[in-house]
């Protein structure tokens, strides 16, 4: 028998039933959403996986939460318009304008996504971003005025480059990619450089994860050149930083130091801008990201580089710990440290798992330890 959809998911995550099972009685405890017993759900998971019955509400949402998918890329029917979505446009159809105040509501909303996945991690936030990029979708469908027009496609931009680093982050590569090209698109019609070279950025970050290291190089220096003479000198840094990134996973050793002392040279005195909220490059940030590089390059500083600004990170940028731990952990092991690489790979693994980074989990599998024949547990 063929496999479901939901299946597949399940089996790509490396979730076992139990794991599922867990994580929708708490997801729907969080929710206030009432469900049945674990036994029930044992049973009824087997049945929805067989694809012997269909899966309803509120089981739909719960699984596109935990595993931060669609509902096509699940298998379910399409997602009906909720109707906070569906009074919103009807307000807009009504007044047959937007306001000021709507753009601040959905620039509100993103800002405040934005936060809590710093925070938190995005496993309440993919579904929650989809509707919000839909609401501007369809406002600007609705044909808002052209003063406002260029302001609703830069919000929609911040938010499909949102959902995208989060959909990376669960290890939903095409939905990423996908949130990528309205993000740029978007940028189009707001027309601004600077949003479209950080989203052309961004989305290099997949083709990094999919092994397409070459083409990633490419697409960042792509990036780069779009904001070559326009964009600010700290959105300019975090495009060096992410160019050099890039060149590190592809092995590019002299390439990617040079793109991190470009991002050196640019980095403002005062690297915080509210024009970009998007961009966090001071303090700890680009050290941390050099030490990314100097792991991935197997730098014998590595190590230092990323103990040094792990204490630095601001408590709230948890799933940035997240890759440090993970970073550190391949950094030991590369020193031929198994104690440190085991103790960062699990402390990297518990919070991982808190904040369903699948992204990094999946790194962890990947762990040699000194004097192992295979990875980490």
């Known amino acids: 028998m063929a496999r479901t959809k939901l299946r597949e998911v399940r089996d790509q995550l490396g979730y076992s039933a139990a794991e599922v099972i867990r994580m929708l009685l708490r997801r729907a405890s969080m929710l206030g959403i009432g469900v049945m017993s674990a036994t029930s759900l044992k049973t009824k998971l087997s049945v929805w996986e067989n694809g012997h019955e269909s899966v309803s509400e509120p089981y739909q949402r719960l699984f596109r939460d935990i595993y931060g998918r669609t509902n096509e890329e ?8 909720d109707s906070e979505a569906f009074e919103l446009r009807s307000r807009l159809a009504v007044a047959r304008t937007v306001d000021a105040g709507t753009v601040e509501l959905f620039r509100r909303q993103v800002n405040d996504a934005r936060h809590a996945d710093q925070r938190f991690g995005g496993i309440t936030l993919l579904d929650q971003l989809r509707s919000s990029t839909k609401q501007v979708e369809d406002v600007l469908a609705y044909g808002a005025g052209r003063g406002w027009r260029q302001q609703l496609a830069a919000v929609l931009t911040e938010a499909s480059t949102l959902a995208g680093w989060l959909a990376l982050d669960r290890n939903a590569v095409g939905q990423a990619w996908t949130h990528y090209e ?14 479209l070279a950080h989203a052309t950025a961004e989305q290099a970050f997949v ?3 999919i092994g397409e ?4 190089t490419e697409q960042f220096a792509e990036a780069r050149r779009l904001a070559e003479h326009t964009a600010p000198p700290l959105l300019r840094a975090w495009l060096a930083a992410a160019h050099g990134e890039g060149l ?3 092995n590019q050793r002299e390439e990617a130091l040079r793109a991190f002392d470009a991002a050196d040279a640019l980095l403002p005195s005062n690297p915080v801008d509210p024009a970009l909220p998007f961009v966090f490059l001071a303090g700890v940030h680009l050290d941390r990201w050099r030490g990314n590089a100097a792991a991935q390059l197997g730098e014998p500083e590595a190590v230092a580089q990323l103990a040094a600004a792990l204490p630095r990170l601001p408590p709230t ?8 731990l993970v970073d550190l952990a391949f950094a030991y092991a590369a020193a031929g440290d198994r104690d440190a690489a085991l103790e960062h790979s699990r402390q990297a693994r518990r919070l991982g798992s808190q904040i369903k980074s699948d992204r990094q989990l999946r790194r962890l599998g990947g762990l040699i330890l000194p004097g192992s024949a295979s990875g980490v547990a």
């Open 207 to 209: 083709l990094v994860d």
């Open 317 to 324: 940028f948890v799933r940035a710990k997240t890759r440090m």
């Open 74 to 81: 699940l298998g379910f029917p399409p997602e009906q318009q």
């Open 213 to 216: 290291t070459s083409h990633a």
């Open 248 to 250: 590190a996973a592809a």
């Open 182 to 195: 309205r993000a740029k698109a978007a940028a189009r019609e707001a027309d601004s450089t600077a949003l």
